[in-house]
């Protein structure tokens, strides 16, 4: 059983940024797939970014260039730097680990799912 608790949510203004971690228990983290995704009110979960266990990754087209999805193997970490914050990335974000070490958009792939954290952009 894989825990996973992400941190790093808040209030912030349009244009800002903010910093979400994702941290996991285990001993296997280093071979998991991890990927940040996020619900909106009223709309279904979607992929924000993904990285395979060989640290490849993958961008939903509405972040890239402004997200950076990152993990640090040694501390069984994920982080989301997220940068021009829009009004639109306000949701509650999630962090999800895929056993199989791919990265991949597809949120039934993914074995071990967080509680989420909530981030709100004021315009």
Known sequence: QVQLVESGGGLVQAGGSLRLSCAASGRAF???GMGW???????VREFVAGISSG??????????????ISR???K????????NLKSEDTAIYYCAAETAGFVTRVAVAYDY????TPVTVSS
């Open 30 to 32: 280093s071979s998991y």
């Open 37 to 43: 995704f996020r619900q909106a009110p009223g709309k």
């Open 55 to 68: 640290g490849s990754t993958n961008y939903a087209d509405s972040v890239k260039g402004r997200f950076t």
């Open 72 to 74: 640090d193997n040694a």
């Open 76 to 83: 069984n970490t994920v982080d989301l730097q997220m940068n």
């Open 113 to 116: 799912w967080g509680l989420g």
